[in-house]
């Protein structure tokens, strides 16, 4: 056994001892910590998944700081991820896998980055930028990472553990705050939370649909129905139509459609009925249901912004404004705009990626965001054994959902981007026998 063999458990017995030394000289809950974060380093350093799977698990309840500095427990995991994975990559002499989607990717944020040159507010943007670049190394390491159909499974197990991890926390911040929102902690954006509680079901249907194991089937069955409480509470309607949307793809490739139509029915219909039941069911939840057709909202209208959207696209058709500066030019507009609200909030999120694409890059960036959904999106031609149902499923759900959420600077969507690209390049041993869901 070379080097290579013998690395992890040398990694492992001297990360070990690093922690020893930490028990002895810090409080044990740090000191545990600190063993659980070492071991699992030590797994990311042999099998990346590991670390993937880490992130996968924490996408619920991203946004929580763990320093003084303010950096999220995620970053921070993602960071030690990375940082691993090319670790991983030098030692065992791995190639980068880079595909067109990556590249489509690349030339989008290479052009917000370009739109720096005429962005009036750079100290707004810079970081945002930043983030944008860091999201772009992670959906690089994702397709790299997952090799296999069990890898893939993997990680579609790990965003459904965390979400179900996540569901206590966000239903009683729900049920103990008369105005809230469901989600992890208070400080978190709910839109972001029901999107990834949305992507967990998603990986719940299709764990239940692929797996082998009838417990591990009904289990993740039962898991996508339990998040379907927290999706609902979390009052995103944005992710709502996403998910409606990805449902109707899967029921579109479900040979026994009328089985799962009715199973899907059966589920909302509890859910609806539980909520009212256990008393989840408030006056905000009511109202937001009612007003989702119109898209009203209390304070604004967002079809209000995206009128505002449009008049910033139509001064600036080409280039756009520049990358993160729809929210600093808003306030100007929203005085030269007929017909809308006169709210008195200064700055708004676009709330949707193609109006904030628009206004922010113009025509050269709604081209770019299109050959990226292009290039993601299955066609004939994939290799033998694709099984293209859950990538269409994703990318139906993200390109639906982004109508109504400015989510380019989410994880959720560019690992969904990812996951999509990757179930379409598995080989046919891994894939299994390209059977449609059932």
């Given at each position: 056994m070379?080097?290579?063999?013998?690395?992890?458990?040398?990694?492992?017995?001297?990360?070990?001892?690093?922690?020893a030394l930490t028990v002895a000289y810090?409080?044990?809950?740090?000191?545990?910590?600190?063993?659980?974060?070492?071991?699992?380093?030590?797994?990311?350093?042999?099998?990346?998944i590991w670390g993937l799977m880490a992130l996968?698990?924490?996408?619920?309840?991203?946004?929580?700081?763990?320093?003084?500095?303010?950096?999220?427990?995620?970053?921070?995991?993602?960071?030690?991820?990375?940082?691993?994975?090319?670790?991983?990559?030098l030692i065992y002499g791995k190639p980068l896998r880079v595909n067109q989607t990556f590249w489509a990717a690349a030339g989008f944020v290479a052009?917000?980055?370009?739109?720096?040159?005429?962005?009036?507010?750079?100290?707004?943007?810079?970081?945002?930028?930043?983030?944008?670049?860091?999201?772009?190394?992670?959906?690089l390491m994702?397709?790299?990472?997952?090799?296999?159909?069990?890898?893939?499974?993997?990680?579609?197990?790990?965003?459904?553990?965390?979400?179900v991890g996540s569901t206590g926390l966000s239903i009683h911040l729900f049920v103990t705050n008369v105005f809230e929102r469901a989600r992890a902690f208070e400080a978190q954006n709910p839109n972001a939370y029901a999107i990834a509680v949305a992507l967990a079901i998603i990986a719940g249907i299709y764990l239940a649909t692929s797996l082998k194991n009838r417990w591990l089937k009904l289990l993740s069955a039962l898991a996508a129905v339990y998040l379907s409480f927290p999706l609902l509470l979390a009052q995103s309607r944005s992710a709502w139509l996403g998910m409606a949307a990805a449902l109707a793809v899967f029921l579109w490739h479900s040979k026994k459609r009328l089985r799962n139509m009715l199973i899907i029915a059966v589920a909302v219909a509890a859910t609806v009925t539980g909520a009212f039941s256990l008393g989840l069911v408030k006056v905000t939840l009511i109202q937001r249901t009612s007003e989702m057709v119109s898209l009203v909202r209390q304070d604004s209208r967002r079809s209000d912004i995206w009128r505002?959207?449009?008049?910033?696209f139509l001064d600036h058709p080409v280039a756009g404004v520049g990358f993160m500066q729809f929210p600093r030019v808003y306030n100007r507009y929203r005085y030269t705009t007929q017909g809308i609200k006169r709210d008195m909030v200064p700055t708004r999120d676009p709330h949707s990626i193609y109006f904030g694409v628009a206004a922010e890059l113009g025509i050269i960036g709604l081209a770019l965001?299109?050959?990226?959904?292009?290039?993601?999106?299955?066609?004939?031609?994939?290799?033998?054994?694709?099984?293209?149902?859950?990538?269409?499923?994703?990318?139906?759900?993200?390109?639906?959902?982004?109508?109504?959420?400015?989510?380019?600077?989410?994880?959720?969507?560019?690992?969904?981007?990812?996951?999509?690209?990757?179930a379409q390049s598995l080989p046919r041993d891994r894939m299994g026998d390209n059977r449609e869901p059932e």
């Open positions: 070379g080097f290579r063999g013998k690395f992890v458990p040398v990694s492992l017995v001297g990360l070990s001892l690093a922690a810090f409080p044990l809950n740090l000191a545990a910590g600190a063993l659980a974060a070492v071991v699992l380093l030590a797994l990311t350093l042999y099998r990346p996968c698990v924490l996408i619920p309840v991203e946004g929580i700081a763990v320093s003084s500095r303010g950096i999220t427990e995620i970053r921070l995991a993602g960071m030690g991820v990375f940082a691993a994975w090319v670790i991983h990559m052009w917000a980055g370009i739109s720096f040159l005429w962005a009036n507010d750079l100290d707004f943007a810079a970081p945002r930028y930043g983030t944008l670049v860091q999201l772009l190394l992670m959906f994702t397709i790299n990472i997952i090799e296999s159909e069990r890898d893939f499974r993997l990680v579609m197990g790990s965003l459904l553990l965390g979400a505002v959207a449009v008049n910033v965001l299109g050959m990226l959904f292009w290039k993601a999106w299955p066609r004939a031609g994939l290799p033998p054994g694709a099984n293209p149902w859950i990538s269409l499923v994703l990318l139906v759900f993200i390109l639906t959902s982004s109508i109504g959420l400015a989510q380019m600077g989410e994880k959720s969507f560019w690992l969904v981007l990812a996951l999509a690209v990757t």
